[in-house]
């Protein structure tokens, strides 16, 4: 009997063993595989904050067209009267580094916001800030250009500095005579 005893007590012992490799074994995967949940979720919070910086600067930079107006010494129209301000919340811009571009079929025109002036005050402003609106007269008549003309719709867009993009349509109904309003 004493020998079924220490055979009893080995099988025991073995299963003992056995357990505790299969505990330390669990504990090594679940390290495992909390390792790799930790850096997923790292992975994502970076993507996510550099979408929201890339997101920011887009919109923190936007033009808002606040309306559009055919001018021109005589009838019909050759300029465009854009009056805009930056979106809330802006850093300011510098005017030569917003880019305007209108398209009409194959031609186009385009050139920066360096003459925009501030609403109500005289002379050009070299820097456009939050708060304040502007406005800018835009020469599209050049044979190369897109002037206003009846019953035609052009695209307008507009490119600041560090990326805000704004597009608009503007829409000439039957007449381009000066002062009407396309935005």
Known sequence: M????NENSDNIAAIG?????????????AAVAAAVI????????QNAQTTGEETTDLLASKIFIKSVITTGATDPATSILVTFELAPGSDEIQAGDVMWAIVCGAQGS?????GASEVGQAGAS????????YSIT???????????????????????GSGGFTYELLSYGGSVD?????V
Do not use: W, Y
């Open 17 to 29: 063993i056995g357990a505790m490799i299969v505990f330390i074994a669990l504990i090594l995967v």
């Open 110 to 114: 385009e050139g920066d916001f360096t």
């Open 2 to 5: 004493k020998e079924n005893t």
């Open 178 to 182: 000066r002062g009407l309003v396309v």
């Open 126 to 133: 070299a820097t456009l800030e939050t708060g304040a609106t």
């Open 138 to 160: 835009l020469a599209l008549a050049g044979a190369t250009e897109c002037p206003p003309a009846v019953n035609a719709a052009h695209e307008f867009m507009i490119q600041s």
């Open 38 to 45: 930790i850096q997923t979720a790292e992975q994502l919070q």
